[in-house]
């Protein structure tokens, strides 16, 4: 797009703008019309909460058709990992596109290609060598990193978790188990897929702790799952979201994944962890599995990789990514120079700037809503980890009723008030946002959240 005065114009006043301005009702007029366009000609298939319709962005702020503002706590999905538009992304981007769009690495070389997995490779837990895999996207990342286990292992069985989302085609699909619609009217997909209870420690039907929730799944596993469905030696891997994204934003007990990483080294059995959304720097570290002390032997990653643009990845330990020859696996479009370009600016700047942060202001947005279970009497759990926070809306807290409904409208109640947030699971809201807002930021959703809170509960 060429600059004209006015869209410099327009740039700049949103650069200023750090909290949202909304000039119309929603939606506006133009959105309307967007909207009615998109109803005539796009798939049905996607799923959308609200008439957000976006023209720009930046930093966390992102501006619809009609001119009205907002501030974004969602990131395209946890994608917009550096903010919306940031100036050395863009920049990135710009100078890689003016020098070489495609050539395809999986027939040619890119010097940028190993830049960023050497980069990528040294950021993962474990002291054995690595190597990495650039494809477009989570979903790819999940179907090389199953075809691997497969290629390396010999075996073809797989175990995965309920909640757990893992991406929408064929193989991925098998894995996930969020909700029934992503997998409805598809038919038979990937053979020899075992599922498992994920543990939830808000919902223990045992009643652990945080720290003890889990110890009988583990038990089912070994004493059921390996003695009358599937023997350990013909499973090529156990594959976990360390926190569930899709399914709710729950996190794992740090012994359960720990665990889990030894029984999977008694039976040869390679620990997948994927990482697409909780990783980039998102719960304060490099990935969500750090937390927990654990080493996959195969990470996924995606979203917030690149600051948007398409890109994802598996890293495996070398060993394993060594076993397949030439020819075993490609892609056309995976790695692409601008997508790398993008991403080395990203972890560069998520390296010296943003993983602290999200820390930072990940304990800060819990201490301000440390008290909304005692303030809400809807607010049945908060939970996650840095910027990565759920909050799980219950018609009763005694009886912990899902309240779908009400999510729903406190999801659109916020977006009203210039708040952009989505649903995760059946009940929960999830706060994602950019790595880089700052303290007002944080204040303005709180609030924003509480009165959209309190909204919904005068419904019940």
């Known amino acids: 797009m060429i600059a004209t005065p006015e869209t410099k114009t327009n740039d700049t006043k949103l650069s200023e703008t750090k909290l949202p301005r909304l000039l119309t009702q929603l939606p506006g007029l133009k959105a309307k019309q967007v909207v009615e366009q998109d109803a005539k000609f796009m798939s049905p298939s996607f799923t959308r909460d609200y008439p957000l319709v976006a023209k720009r962005g930046h930093g966390a702020i992102i501006e619809d058709v009609d001119g009205n503002t907002f501030l974004d706590f969602a990131a395209g999905i946890a994608v917009c990992s550096t903010g919306h538009c940031h100036p050395k992304v863009v920049e990135a981007i710009q100078k890689q596109a003016a020098e070489l769009i495609h050539m395809s690495g999986t027939d040619f070389y890119y010097e940028s290609l190993p830049q960023l997995a050497e980069k990528l490779v040294n950021t993962v837990p474990g002291t054995d060598a690595k190597k990495a895999f650039f494809t477009n996207s989570g979903t790819e990342a999940i179907e090389g990193a199953m075809k691997l286990a497969r290629y390396a292992t010999k075996r073809d069985k797989f175990i995965a978790f309920y909640g757990c989302f893992h991406g929408r085609t064929m193989g991925a699909l098998s894995l996930t188990a969020s909700k029934s619609t992503q997998r409805k009217g598809f038919g038979a997909l990937l053979a020899g897929v075992e599922h498992i209870p994920y543990p939830n420690p808000y919902r223990c039907e045992h009643g652990h702790s945080t720290e003890t929730c889990g110890a009988e799944i583990l038990e089912t ?49 390679l620990f997948v962890v994927d990482e697409v959304q909780s990783g980039m720097g998102r719960t304060g570290k490099w990935w969500a599995s750090e937390h927990a002390g654990i080493e996959p032997d195969i990470l996924t990653s995606a979203k917030g990789i690149a600051s948007g643009m398409p890109l994802g990845a ?55 809503m440390a008290d909304w279970t005692k303030k809400f009497k809807i607010v049945g759990d ?79």
């Open 221 to 269: 596993l070994e004493r059921q799952v390996f003695k009358r469905l599937f023997d350990p030696e013909e499973i090529a891997a156990i594959v976990i979201e360390p926190i569930q994204g899709e399914g709710g934003y729950v996190s794992a007990p740090k012994f359960f994944l720990q665990e889990l990483q030894r029984i999977c080294r008694k039976h040869g059995i």
């Open 382 to 460: 908060v939970r996650g980890r840095g910027l990565m926070i759920g909050v799980e809306i219950v018609r009763d807290q005694r009886t912990k009723e899902e309240a779908n409904d009400l999510r729903n409208a406190i999801v659109d109640a916020a977006f009203h008030k210039g708040l952009l947030v989505l649903g995760a699971g059946a009940n929960t809201v999830r706060l994602s946002p950019p790595l880089l807002i700052d303290e007002e930021q944080a204040d303005f959703a709180v609030s924003t959240l509480e009165a959209s809170i309190a909204e919904a509960q005068k419904k019940t």
């Open 314 to 368: 598996f890293v495996a330990r070398a060993s394993l990514m060594n076993t397949w020859k030439p020819g075993s696996h490609g892609t056309t479009f995976g790695g692409n120079p601008v997508c790398v370009a993008a991403a080395l600016a990203t972890m560069d700047l998520i390296e010296t700037q943003y993983k602290e942060n999200a820390r930072r202001m990940g304990e800060y947005l819990f201490a301000k």
